[in-house]
């Protein structure tokens, strides 16, 4: 049993070992080989006096090819505060030290045992990155080479470095509302990647002529407009609600990242087309059949779906919820690497194991 | 963080704290204050020789009150061998040592740190006779006094405990299929509980006259027959399908753990009253109706369903399918009794925060 930090996982994973093990993962969920948990997501109140509530959330995969099972658990408090007509879902770091909660725990398929522990951190920035890599990878076009990012923040910074692994690119555009985060992450991404990185005060501005925008905010309001549209942009997301309605529906093809996720609750994506009767969501625009119908993202990549069609065509691809299996499969090359580097805390395996059972 | 062993787990929590502990969460999950997770149970082929198959399975609850959220986390390779024309679910030890694997996460709803891990095998078997207990205590007769146990493993020791601590028991009698476990079984409850205890080879003689019967066996088929029924006993169940759907219906009174856990798929309670069309459980019985709207534990505790009527009413508990917010509610008593008593390994809590969040 491993303890791996996220310093670790950090010097271990790259974003194209990563987009690889996805490669093979996602045609093993097509074949039915890979498996994907059923995600539980609690929220509680909590005994604080800053209106924070408590959230418990569980997601879990296999990938048997891989010989490994993940689990990963988030243990968060969330407040939700508004500024500027935004509302803004915030995780409070309220763990000793001011630190968040969010762990992984990785088994053997083949014995049981757990093979390692570690905290979320890296690992999830990167398997949100590789996803949306390996959607880039068969959607966008291939000389895609000027990329716009939408947001500054943990998950802005995968995005970029996926596309990065991906395609030729000779240029970033960031925006943020915060003009100096924007700064900053285009001064960190310019020295990571080698590629000219410009910070942008206005969206329109930074996405304007982009062959490809990934939006990678924490805004619960659209950020990419239906009138920055261009023929043969590829679009991505990674949180519901990001792109407008009229934005998703300008698209030729769309794909999700799983439709068995996207529950009609969830699907804030399609605010203003739907209302609610009783407790079910009613699609009042028939548009709303395309995104409803959108194959998955293991689909398209074992050839189930097709990726793009021409150079001038739009493409999305919403990137909304974690897959259990993308940690396990991610989760067997940051073993493998770990053992080689002998890197990681060793626990004792017998803590972790017993002599009973249920 | 705390690692907490099994023997830890034992050397602190009793079962009547923990059946105290039970009752305050069932009430506040009847309050909707305490959640309950949406269980994942994940199958996948494994590569291993011997045809077993790799089983993931995770269940999570809150219980706000305590300040405690919990994750359990099984991972196990199954098989399903035959004999003496039952199939039994084997747990294969197969993890270095040849041993089992399951694991408790709690952690603190106010700051959201992970507090505790340990295996989960004594505080799984505590919690089953809890709810078993628990039940019990709202449905036995209050004079109940003559206990058979079916089964003579891990679960029928805490079904045993629980009812110790909730009724007085004057006689404990013991049935399995093998004779050797049953005497086992009987002279260790016999030295724990100081309660005389006896072995039978024949299962309806164990029964007869029994004023509480528990079934407590790892049998995929009915080990609980209709006619062995008798007025005015409390029957229990701890899975689907030990007790013979006519001995079902001539309870009085049912309560099931969770209704919500209960889907038609596992209802094998029921087979033989019921057929599928296509995918859709159809229940070709109507007395089914009675098991389908059985109340739930929680609505028996808070009040909301009526426990015993009347002494000759024979009452019945589907103890089936675990709850979260039980590992939560029993895993704050055993914190509090840990801090206490100075029991356990301390690791560094920064290991499992970070200084980052997705």
Redesign the interface.
Known sequence: ML?L??ADVDALLDMKACIESFELAYRAAFEG????????????????EDGGV?S?K?V???V?AS?I?A?R?????LSFPSAGGRTRKV?V???????????I?L????????LA?L????L??MR?GASSGLALRHMARGDASRLAILGSG??AHAQAMAAAAVRPLSEIRIFSPNPDNARAFAAALEGRLNIPARAFVAPEEAVRTADIVLCATNSLQAVFQASWVEPGMHIGSIRDGEIAPEALLKAGRIIVHDPGNMGSDHLVVAKGLTHKEGSKQINSDPRLAKIAAAPSLAELVAGAASGRQSADEITCFLNFHGL?YQFAAAGAVLLDRARQAGLG?R?P??????????
């Open positions: 303890y930090s996220n080989t890979a498996v994907n948990g059923r995600r539980s997501d609690m929220i509680t109140a909590t005994q604080r408590y418990l569980m879990g995969g296999i048997p010989g099972g689990v658990i988030n243990s968060d408090i995780k770091p309220a763990a000793p030290g001011d630190r968040w909660v969010g762990l725990l088994f053997s398929t083949v014995t049981g045992e757990p522990i905290p979320d951190g890296v999830q920035r949100v943990w998950q259990g805390h626990l395996s017998e803590w972790f194991t017993q002599d009973v059972h249920s």
